[in-house]
C-alpha cells in the first residue's frame, strides 16, 4: 500500500503539469492496486482526493484515457465510491468520451458509466437527460463485430430499458433495426439471451414493438422455437420460454397485432395456429395467448370462429382437465372469452359445445382458472336466453356460484360470480333459474352486490332482483327480508351519489316487493315516500317520473 500512497503523490504532482509518461506509470500503478485488493484500493484512492483530478485526465487525445476511464471503472464496483465518482464531476466527460472512434476507450468508459450508475435509478435517468440512449445506439452499429464492445451496450441497454423514461428515445433509435441484426448473427445461447434480455422490457412500449416486427424479429423468434422446440438441453427449453413469451409480448400492441394477422391469411398466425395441438406445454400456453391477443378486436375473433380455432382450443382444454396444467387451462379460457365478445359468436360457440367444455373445470380450485371460467360462461349467455336458462337451471353451477361469491381472499372471483349469477337471471327471465338460485341461496349475494362500488355490478344486480321479485316473489320473501333489502334500496335512493339509473332500478324494485307483507311493512316503516317524493324533482326526467309513479303507489298502499 506505501507503493500506492507514492503513486498517488506523484499522480496529484504529475496530473497538474501533463508529464503523460509519469502520470501512465502511477496509472499503472493504480490498476494493479486495484487488481490485488480494490476495496482497500479504492479507500485510499478516495482517502488522498485523487478522484477530482480524473476529470481531466479523461481526455479524448491522450493516450492515458484508457487507462483512467479503466480505474474509474474498478473502483465504481463498490458501491460506497459511486457517489464521490459522481460528487468529482465524473460522468459528463465520461460521456463526451462516448464519442471516441478508439475502441479501447469506448469499452472502459462504458465500463464506468455503467459501474457508476449500476443500481441508480435517478443516476440512470440522468444519462438518459445527456443523451446516452441514441450515442450507444449508434456505437452498436459501427462496432458490432467488437464483442467485448457489443456486450458493454447490451448491458447498458438492459439496465436503461427498465427506466419508462427511456423508451421514448429508444423509439426514435434504429434499436430494433439493430438488435434483430445482431441477433441474426448470434449462435450461441448466452449471446442470444443477452439480446433477448433487452428486447423484452424495449418489447413493452407499443411504438418498438411495432418496429420489432418491422425488423424481423417474428421471423428470428419463430425459427429459434422450431430449432428448440424438441430439445431436451435446459437451455433450449429456456430459449423456447423467452422467444415464445416475447412472441405473446409482440401481440400485446394493436399496430403490431393486426400487422402479423394479417386478415386471418398472415404466416406468422398460421404458425402461432399450430403450436395449440403442439405437445409441449410452453408452446400450447403461447399459442394460447397469442389468439387471445389476437382476438382483441370483433373483426379478427368472427373470422377466427368462422375458421374453426374454437375446436382446437376445446381439444387443448380437454387434454388439460386430467393433465391440469393451469396456465394452459388459464391461457385457453381467456382465449374463448374474447372470442365469446361478438355478439355474433356466441350462438356458433354455444353449438360447438363450449359451455361444456368450461363447466368441466368447476372444480378447479385455482382461482385464476376460476375467474377466467366465470367470464367465459359470461360472455356466452349475454342475449343468448336458451344459454341461460340451461345454465342457470343447473344447480352444482349455481352451487359453486354462490360458494365463490363468498371467495373474500380473490376479488375477482367473487365479483365474476356474483356478474354471472346475476346474467344467468337476466338473460334468462325464467321463474325456473330464479327458484335455482333461491334454492341454491344466491338471493343474499344479490343484495349485497346491490351494494357495489362499482355502478354497473349494482345495476346488473337490481335487474336481477327486480326479475326474482316479479317472477317468484313468494319463494324469494324471506331471503329479501334476511338479506335486508328494503333497508338497502332506502341507502341507496337516499344517497345523493347514486347514479339515476341506480335510482330508477331501486324504486322499481320497492314497488315490485310491496306485494309481499313484510316487505311492505318495512317500506313503512322505513318512510320511503319521503325520500321518493324528493326524487320527483331529480333532473333525469326518467328518475322524476318513475319517482311519482311509485310515490302514487306508496300513497295508495299505506
Same mark, same amino acid.
Given at each position: 500500500?506505501?507503493?500506492?500512497?507514492?503513486?498517488?503523490?506523484?499522480?496529484?504532482?504529475?496530473?497538474?503539469?501533463?508529464?503523460?509518461?509519469?502520470?501512465?506509470?502511477?496509472?499503472?500503478?493504480?490498476?494493479?492496486?486495484?487488481?490485488?485488493?480494490?476495496?482497500?484500493?479504492?479507500?485510499?484512492?478516495?482517502?488522498?482526493?485523487?478522484?477530482?483530478?480524473?476529470?481531466?485526465?479523461?481526455?479524448?487525445?491522450?493516450?492515458?484515457?484508457?487507462?483512467?476511464?479503466?480505474?474509474?471503472?474498478?473502483?465504481?464496483?463498490?458501491?460506497?465510491?459511486?457517489?464521490?465518482?459522481?460528487?468529482?464531476?465524473?460522468?459528463?466527460?465520461?460521456?463526451?468520451?462516448?464519442?471516441?472512434?478508439?475502441?479501447?476507450?469506448?469499452?472502459?468508459?462504458?465500463?464506468?458509466?455503467?459501474?457508476?450508475?449500476?443500481?441508480?435509478?435517478?443516476?440512470?435517468?440522468?444519462?438518459?437527460?445527456?443523451?446516452?440512449?441514441?450515442?450507444?445506439?449508434?456505437?452498436?452499429?459501427?462496432?458490432?463485430?467488437?464483442?467485448?464492445?457489443?456486450?458493454?451496450?447490451?448491458?447498458?441497454?438492459?439496465?436503461?430499458?427498465?427506466?419508462?423514461?427511456?423508451?421514448?428515445?429508444?423509439?426514435?433509435?434504429?434499436?430494433?433495426?439493430?438488435?434483430?441484426?445482431?441477433?441474426?448473427?448470434?449462435?450461441?445461447?448466452?449471446?442470444?439471451?443477452?439480446?433477448?434480455?433487452?428486447?423484452?422490457?424495449?418489447?413493452?412500449?407499443?411504438?418498438?414493438?411495432?418496429?420489432?416486427?418491422?425488423?424481423?424479429?417474428?421471423?428470428?423468434?419463430?425459427?429459434?422455437?422450431?430449432?428448440?422446440?424438441?430439445?431436451?438441453?435446459?437451455?433450449?427449453?429456456?430459449?423456447?420460454?423467452?422467444?415464445?413469451?416475447?412472441?405473446? +409480448?409482440?401481440?400485446?400492441?394493436?399496430?403490431?397485432?393486426?400487422?402479423?394477422?394479417?386478415?386471418?391469411?398472415?404466416?406468422?398466425?398460421?404458425?402461432?395456429?399450430?403450436?395449440?395441438?403442439?405437445?409441449?406445454?410452453?408452446?400450447?400456453?403461447?399459442?394460447?395467448?397469442?389468439?387471445?391477443?389476437?382476438?382483441?378486436?370483433?373483426?379478427?375473433?368472427?373470422?377466427?370462429?368462422?375458421?374453426?380455432?374454437?375446436?382446437?382450443?376445446?381439444? +387443448?382444454?380437454?387434454?388439460?382437465?386430467?393433465?391440469?396444467?393451469?396456465?394452459?387451462?388459464?391461457?385457453?379460457?381467456?382465449?374463448?372469452?374474447?372470442?365469446?365478445? @361478438?355478439?355474433?359468436?356466441?350462438?356458433?360457440?354455444?353449438?360447438?359445445?363450449?359451455?361444456?367444455?368450461?363447466?368441466?373445470?368447476?372444480?378447479?380450485?385455482?382461482?385464476?382458472?376460476?375467474?377466467?371460467?366465470?367470464?367465459?360462461?359470461?360472455?356466452?349467455?349475454?342475449?343468448?336466453?336458451?344459454?341461460?336458462?340451461?345454465?342457470?337451471?343447473?344447480?352444482?353451477?349455481?352451487?359453486?356460484?354462490?360458494?365463490?361469491?363468498?371467495?373474500?381472499?380473490?376479488?375477482?372471483?367473487?365479483?365474476?360470480?356474483?356478474?354471472?349469477?346475476?346474467?344467468?337471471?337476466?338473460?334468462?327471465?325464467?321463474?325456473?333459474?330464479?327458484?335455482?338460485?333461491?334454492?341454491?341461496?344466491?338471493?343474499?349475494?344479490?343484495?349485497?352486490?346491490?351494494?357495489?362500488?362499482?355502478?354497473?355490478?349494482?345495476?346488473?344486480?337490481?335487474?336481477?332482483?327486480?326479475?326474482?321479485?316479479? +317472477?317468484?316473489?313468494?319463494?324469494?320473501?324471506?331471503?329479501?327480508?334476511?338479506?335486508?333489502?328494503?333497508?338497502?334500496?332506502?341507502?341507496?335512493?337516499?344517497?345523493?351519489?347514486?347514479? @339515476?339509473?341506480?335510482?330508477?332500478?331501486?324504486?322499481?324494485?320497492?314497488?315490485?316487493?310491496?306485494?309481499?307483507? @313484510?316487505?311492505?311493512?318495512?317500506?313503512?316503516?322505513?318512510?320511503?315516500?319521503?325520500?321518493?317524493?324528493?326524487?320527483?324533482?331529480?333532473?333525469?326526467?326518467?328518475?322524476?317520473?318513475?319517482?311519482? +309513479?311509485?310515490?302514487?303507489?306508496?300513497?295508495?298502499?299505506?
Amino acid at each position: 500500500m506505501d507503493n500506492l500512497s507514492e503513486a498517488l503523490e506523484k499522480l496529484k504532482l504529475a496530473s497538474t503539469d501533463s508529464a503523460t509518461d509519469s502520470v501512465e506509470s502511477c496509472l499503472d500503478c493504480l490498476l494493479k492496486a486495484l487488481a490485488k485488493n480494490n476495496t482497500e484500493a479504492s479507500m485510499k484512492i478516495q482517502e488522498m482526493g485523487v478522484l477530482p483530478l480524473l476529470p481531466t485526465l479523461l481526455n479524448p487525445q491522450s493516450s492515458c484515457t484508457p487507462k483512467v476511464a479503466n480505474i474509474i471503472a474498478e473502483v465504481a464496483k463498490n458501491e460506497f465510491m459511486r457517489s464521490p465518482c459522481v460528487e468529482a464531476g465524473l460522468i459528463p466527460p465520461l460521456i463526451q468520451l462516448l464519442n471516441s472512434t478508439d475502441q479501447e476507450v469506448l469499452l472502459q468508459t462504458g465500463r464506468a458509466l455503467g459501474n457508476i450508475c449500476y443500481d441508480s435509478h435517478s443516476l440512470q435517468a440522468q444519462l438518459i437527460n445527456m443523451g446516452v440512449i441514441p450515442t450507444l445506439v449508434k456505437l452498436l452499429g459501427i462496432h458490432s463485430h467488437n464483442t467485448a464492445l457489443t456486450e458493454m451496450c447490451l448491458i447498458a441497454f438492459g439496465n436503461l430499458a427498465e427506466l419508462e423514461s427511456s423508451k421514448e428515445q429508444f423509439a426514435s433509435t434504429s434499436i430494433a433495426e439493430e438488435l434483430v441484426r445482431l441477433f441474426q448473427k448470434q449462435t450461441e445461447h448466452e449471446k442470444k439471451e443477452m439480446i433477448f434480455e433487452v428486447l423484452a422490457p424495449l418489447a413493452e412500449n407499443d411504438v418498438i414493438k411495432l418496429q420489432l416486427v418491422e425488423a424481423g424479429l417474428v421471423e428470428c423468434l419463430l425459427e429459434v422455437v422450431a430449432q428448440t422446440v424438441d430439445g431436451e438441453r435446459e437451455e433450449d427449453i429456456a430459449q423456447l420460454k423467452t422467444a415464445s413469451d416475447l412472441m405473446v +409480448l409482440l401481440l400485446l400492441g394493436d399496430e403490431s397485432m393486426q400487422k402479423l394477422f394479417e386478415g386471418g391469411k398472415g404466416s406468422v398466425f398460421q404458425r402461432v395456429l399450430s403450436w395449440i395441438p403442439s405437445h409441449n406445454h410452453q408452446l400450447q400456453l403461447a399459442g394460447a395467448l397469442a389468439i387471445a391477443n389476437f382476438a382483441r378486436n370483433d373483426g379478427n375473433c368472427i373470422h377466427m370462429v368462422d375458421t374453426g380455432i374454437v375446436q382446437k382450443l376445446l381439444e +387443448l382444454l380437454d387434454r388439460h382437465v386430467e393433465e391440469g396444467n393451469v396456465t394452459v387451462q388459464h391461457a385457453a379460457l381467456s382465449a374463448l372469452r374474447n372470442l365469446a365478445i @361478438p355478439v355474433v359468436n356466441k350462438s356458433k360457440m354455444l353449438s360447438a359445445g363450449v359451455a361444456d367444455v368450461v363447466l368441466k373445470f368447476l372444480q378447479s380450485e385455482m382461482p385464476p382458472v376460476q375467474f377466467k371460467l366465470l367470464g367465459t360462461l359470461r360472455m356466452l349467455i349475454d342475449t343468448q336466453a336458451e344459454a341461460a336458462d340451461q345454465l342457470g337451471t343447473n344447480g352444482k353451477l349455481v352451487e359453486r356460484l354462490v360458494e365463490w361469491c363468498e371467495a373474500k381472499d380473490h376479488a375477482g372471483v367473487m365479483g365474476e360470480s356474483n356478474r354471472l349469477l346475476s346474467a344467468l337471471i337476466r338473460h334468462s327471465k325464467s321463474k325456473e333459474v330464479v327458484r335455482t338460485v333461491i334454492q341454491g341461496g344466491g338471493v343474499k349475494h344479490l343484495v349485497t352486490m346491490a351494494t357495489s362500488e362499482h355502478m354497473i355490478m349494482q345495476n346488473e344486480a337490481l335487474v336481477a332482483l327486480g326479475l326474482i321479485a316479479g +317472477l317468484d316473489l313468494v319463494a324469494a320473501e324471506k331471503d329479501f327480508v334476511g338479506a335486508s333489502l328494503v333497508s338497502v334500496l332506502h341507502k341507496l335512493l337516499s344517497d345523493e351519489r347514486s347514479a @339515476p339509473e341506480i335510482k330508477y332500478n331501486s324504486m322499481i324494485l320497492i314497488c315490485a316487493v310491496m306485494g309481499s307483507e @313484510p316487505l311492505h311493512k318495512e317500506v313503512q316503516s322505513l318512510a320511503f315516500i319521503d325520500v321518493v317524493s324528493k326524487l320527483r324533482a331529480h333532473e333525469n326526467k326518467t328518475v322524476s317520473h318513475q319517482a311519482s +309513479l311509485t310515490e302514487q303507489r306508496l300513497t295508495a298502499q299505506s
